[in-house]
């Protein structure tokens, strides 16, 4: 399976305008794009096709006056943002057809300079290489210092240039894993585990373990209120305004990357420690539409289970999801009552058939891996047949052990 690897960058200040040159290229012939397929459908006339594109707003446009500048950064940026807004049309009308799962996609926009993250890629045709040294020599922008926090497991097929909106630059590598290394990594377990997720506990364990929610942004807060009022006061256009911004999204980062690694640390002990596990389906847009909405995207809930996605695809884990809509709050556990909805505010109550007291967290994760069909497993057998769709996210960077690290 396909993952990317994400490591810091830190150019200097010669390849950051090399940089934001290959970033404005990527965006101008993007935007070309996208102004010939519009043009061409008011026009009643067919869309261009991609090599039409290619010829016409990347070799000739290099040879006229108003897009010469093309030529200053590498072909292979200037392709791959032809081939992006390429899959952009193509999703789109997959989206329109219903060929497409998930949510309706609208026709593709404009790119902004101003946008909050720029990004090109490199191929491995445009010969980037890692040195000696554990720079990352990219074309015509030369060796850039990498913070190296793992060893890559591979060679990897294609490099991302990713600056965000705190001005941060990041390096992904597509990197294509080994099943049978991964396996060996990962020793066959006989336990499962069902899990409930909560906004008192971040999530609770049908073993009766209970991880507190860490809150990030809630922690946050007053630092975030702070330097947003900040940049309320700076005069539009002014440098001051540019400096408040990213002191604002500097702080934004923080909790984004907080939240980040706490779902990584979690996903990675949970996966390596059981052999199936089971989680429910909660509806987290119609949650957040509610008055606990800052609470739920504090959590993070989607974010955590596309993790368990791939990764338990990656190490051969099972992992089975059950309907929203499942009574794992109102039955009892014990004998399989149904007592009936609950408000949220009874942490503890009665079972009124067989006398046991539940706490309603805990109980509720005992049905969840119960209904899910994981209450028996047998040591070394599958816990549940079917394969689990991966996500193609970062791979984290705990519970396993690395090896010699990159220079």
């Known amino acids: 399976m396909q993952l990317r690897y994400s490591f810091r960058l830190y150019p200097d200040p010669g390849q950051q305008r090399a940089l934001a040159k290959a970033f404005g290229c990527a965006r101008v012939v993007f935007n070309d794009a996208v102004r010939a397929r519009e043009d061409a459908r008011w026009a009643g006339q067919p869309f261009p096709t991609a090599g039409e594109l290619s010829r016409r707003l990347v070799t000739e446009a290099k040879r006229t006056a108003e897009r010469s500048w093309l030529g200053e950064v590498s072909a292979v940026v200037l392709q791959q943002s032809l081939r992006d807004a390429e899959t952009a049309y193509r999703n789109f009308s997959a989206s329109l057809k219903g060929t497409r799962k998930g949510p309706k996609l609208g026709a593709p926009r404009l790119k902004s300079r101003k946008d909050a993250r720029q990004s090109v890629r490199f191929t491995a045709n445009a010969r980037w290489s890692i040195t000696d040294s554990g720079r990352l020599n990219l074309p015509k922008i030369g060796p850039v210092k990498v913070k190296w926090s793992r060893a890559l497991p591979a060679t990897p097929s294609s490099v991302t240039v990713v600056m965000d909106a705190a001005g941060r630059y990041f390096a992904s590598f597509v990197i294509d894993t080994d099943p049978?290394?991964?396996?060996?990594?990962?020793?066959?377990?006989?336990?499962?585990?069902?899990?409930?997720?909560?906004?008192?506990?971040?999530?609770?364990?049908?073993?009766?373990?209970?991880?507190?929610?860490?809150?990030?942004?809630?922690?946050?807060?007053?630092?975030?209120?702070?330097?947003?009022?900040?940049?309320?006061?700076?005069q539009k256009g002014s440098r001051n305004r540019v400096k408040a911004r990213l002191k604002v999204a500097r702080a934004h980062a923080k909790v984004a990357d907080a939240r980040r690694e706490f779902h990584h640390q979690l996903s990675t002990k949970l996966i390596s420690e059981n052999q199936g596990i089971a989680v429910e389906d909660l509806s987290v847009a119609g949650l957040a539409r509610t008055r606990l909405a800052k609470?739920?995207?504090?959590?993070?809930?989607?974010?955590?289970?596309?993790?368990?996605?791939?990764?338990?695809?990656?190490?051969?884990?099972?992992?089975?999801?059950?309907?929203?809509?499942?009574?794992?709050?109102?039955?009892?556990?014990?004998?399989?009552?149904?007592?009936?909805?609950?408000?949220?505010?009874?942490?503890?109550?009665?079972?009124?058939?067989?006398?046991?007291?539940?706490?309603?967290?805990?109980?509720?994760?005992?049905?969840?891996?119960?209904?899910?069909?994981?209450a028996v497993s047998a040591c070394g057998a599958p816990v549940r047949p079917g394969a689990i769709p991966a996500q193609r996210e970062e791979t984290g960077s705990h519970g396993f052990p690395t090896g010699n690290r990159a220079a």
Request: net charge positive; hydrophobic share 35%; proline share 4%.
């Open 180 to 234: 049978a290394a991964d396996a060996a990594r990962m020793p066959e377990s006989d336990q499962t585990i069902g899990i409930d997720l909560g906004l008192t506990h971040f999530a609770v364990l049908s073993d009766g373990t209970k991880i507190d929610s860490p809150r990030f942004l809630r922690r946050a807060e007053k630092k975030l209120k702070k330097t947003q009022r900040e940049l309320s006061r700076k």
């Open 295 to 374: 609470s739920v995207h504090d959590a993070g809930w989607s974010s955590f289970i596309g993790m368990l996605k791939y990764k338990a695809q990656r190490y051969g884990r099972t992992l089975v999801t059950i309907g929203r809509f499942e009574p794992t709050s109102q039955t009892c556990s014990t004998c399989g009552a149904v007592d009936g909805p609950k408000p949220l505010n009874v942490r503890e109550w009665t079972c009124g058939a067989c006398g046991a007291v539940h706490d309603r967290d805990v109980n509720a994760a005992i049905n969840v891996k119960t209904a899910a069909g994981l």
